[in-house]
Structure formats: structure tokens, C-alpha cells
């Protein structure tokens, strides 16, 4: 009978064995923070991915729509694949296009006919204002005369009054 009753000392055996194979709390608790820091940066950086996705898909169809390719519309799917990998809009669109044969330049706009605004040639030996002298400002201005009867007289008005 003896044999089937645990001794004193051997209950605090079982008990030290239990400690040993059991860390302690602290470490517990370390381990735990540490797990916890880890998980919080790994969705705070996912979801910084995924914001950072939609405003480029965002960007992408603003500028999508202002593309000046007519056959763009067709290959929208593989322009965007370009954009996201981090092609700049044009370049995508020149790239996917170009290589599927439909590449054509933009239509060209004229400009409008017309206009309020005289644009005048100028010769290029003519030099800056700042550059030339009393007497060659005083030729240069009689030449607009010439060229313009009344023009140099009426730009004088305008300034004095």
C-alpha cells in the first residue's frame, strides 16, 4: 500500500517537471505581442495595397477616357494589365496597339480660322530691344510705320491715355 501513495517528494517532482516543460508567462505574453505586431502590419500593408490598386485603377479610367487613340477602346483590358504593372497611359496604349497593327496617329485639330491677335515674322538678324542702340530703335520704329501707316500713332494713344 505503501507503493500506491505518492510520497511528498514526489509530488513536488511532478510539480517542478510541469514548470520546466511549461515557459513561463512573460515569454507567453512576448510571443503573443510580437505575433499580434506582425499580423496588424501584414493587413495594415494589405490594405494599403488594395487602396493603392483602386486609386490606380481610378486614375486609369480618368485617363482612359481622355486617350486619343480611336482603336483604344477595343484593347481597354490589355492597356490596363500595362497601367497597373506600372506603365505610364500613353505608353501602354502605344505599346498594346502598336503591337496589335492598329496604331494610327491621333486626328490632328486645325486651328481655328481667323483670329484677333496679328503675329508678325521677324527676320532673325533683328536683335533684342535691350540690345540696340538710340538710333537703331528710332529706324526700327519708323519701319513699323512704313510697313503700317498710322499703327506707331495710335499705340502712342493707347499708352497716353
Same mark, same amino acid.
Given at each position: 500500500?505503501?507503493?500506491?501513495?505518492?510520497?511528498?517528494?514526489?509530488?513536488?517532482?511532478?510539480?517542478?517537471?510541469?514548470?520546466?516543460?511549461?515557459?513561463?508567462?512573460?515569454?507567453?505574453?512576448?510571443?503573443?505581442?510580437?505575433?499580434?505586431?506582425?499580423?496588424?502590419?501584414?493587413?495594415?500593408?494589405?490594405?494599403?495595397?488594395?487602396?493603392?490598386?483602386a486609386?490606380?485603377?481610378?486614375?486609369?479610367?480618368?485617363?482612359?477616357?481622355?486617350?486619343?487613340?480611336?482603336?483604344?477602346?477595343?484593347?481597354?483590358?490589355?492597356?490596363?494589365?500595362?497601367?497597373?504593372?506600372?506603365?505610364?497611359?500613353?505608353?501602354?496604349?502605344i505599346?498594346?496597339?502598336? @503591337? %496589335?497593327? #492598329?496604331?494610327?496617329?491621333?486626328p490632328?485639330?486645325?486651328?481655328?480660322?481667323? &483670329? =484677333?491677335? $496679328?503675329?508678325?515674322?521677324?527676320?532673325?538678324?533683328?536683335?533684342?530691344?535691350?540690345?540696340?542702340? @538710340? %538710333?537703331? #530703335?528710332?529706324?526700327?520704329?519708323?519701319?513699323?510705320?512704313?510697313?503700317?501707316? &498710322? =499703327?506707331? $500713332?495710335?499705340?502712342?494713344?493707347?499708352?497716353?491715355?
Open positions: 500500500m505503501s507503493d500506491d501513495l505518492p510520497t511528498d517528494n514526489e509530488g513536488e517532482n511532478d510539480q517542478e517537471e510541469e514548470k520546466i516543460e511549461k515557459p513561463p508567462r512573460s515569454d507567453n505574453r512576448f510571443k503573443d505581442l510580437s505575433e499580434k505586431v506582425e499580423m496588424t502590419a501584414k493587413e495594415r500593408d494589405e490594405a494599403k495595397a488594395a487602396a493603392e490598386a486609386q490606380k485603377e481610378v486614375e486609369f479610367y480618368k485617363d482612359f477616357s481622355k486617350l486619343k487613340y480611336q482603336d483604344a477602346a477595343d484593347y481597354q483590358d490589355k492597356i490596363k494589365e500595362k497601367v497597373m504593372a506600372g506603365y505610364d497611359m500613353e505608353d501602354a496604349a505599346s498594346v496597339l502598336a @503591337r %496589335a497593327g #492598329k496604331l494610327t496617329p491621333p490632328q485639330r486645325s486651328s481655328p480660322a481667323g &483670329g =484677333s491677335a $496679328s503675329t508678325a515674322i521677324k527676320s532673325g538678324d533683328e536683335k533684342p530691344i535691350g540690345e540696340m542702340t @538710340r %538710333a537703331e #530703335k528710332r529706324e526700327a520704329l519708323m519701319e513699323i510705320e512704313r510697313q503700317e501707316p &498710322g =499703327s506707331l $500713332s495710335q499705340t502712342l494713344r493707347k499708352i497716353s491715355l
